[in-house]
């Protein structure tokens, strides 16, 4: 059974920092895309960063120059490192696997069950 596990989610004040973890199981995803999303309340879940398997990343126009992901394929691990933390970055984030299209959330075929982030002004 596949599972994505997210943790490091929390409460943090605006220009703080947070670091999403992203442990997969069940099988390997050192081949697979990886990709992170979020949804606030009341708003659709929207395309944060993603990384390919030999490590290009893909960043959302809001989060460019504060956002980091990355991977350690060995650990079967995906990080967003969220630095310049601002109000409207809280969310509900979402870390997903196997995309057709890695902006497409509809084409990932696995998903986590999230971790909350919350930025106070």
């Known amino acids: 059974q596949v599972q994505l596990v997210e943790s490091g989610g929390g409460l943090v004040q605006a220009g703080g920092s947070l670091r999403l973890s992203c442990a997969a199981s069940?099988?390997?995803?050192?081949?697979?895309?990886m990709g992170w999303f979020r949804q606030a309340p009341g708003k659709e879940r929207e395309f944060v960063a993603a990384?390919?398997?030999?490590?290009?990343?893909y960043l959302a126009d809001s989060v460019k120059g504060r956002f980091t992901i990355s991977r350690d394929n060995a650990k079967n691990t995906v990080y967003l490192q969220m630095n310049s933390l601002k109000p409207e970055d809280t969310a509900v984030y979402y870390c997903a696997g196997r995309p057709g299209n890695i902006y497409d959330a509809n084409s990932y075929a696995y998903w986590g069950q999230g971790t909350q982030v919350t930025v106070s002004s």
């Open positions: 069940g099988r390997t995803f050192s081949w697979s895309p």
């Open positions: 990384i390919s398997s030999g490590g290009s990343t």
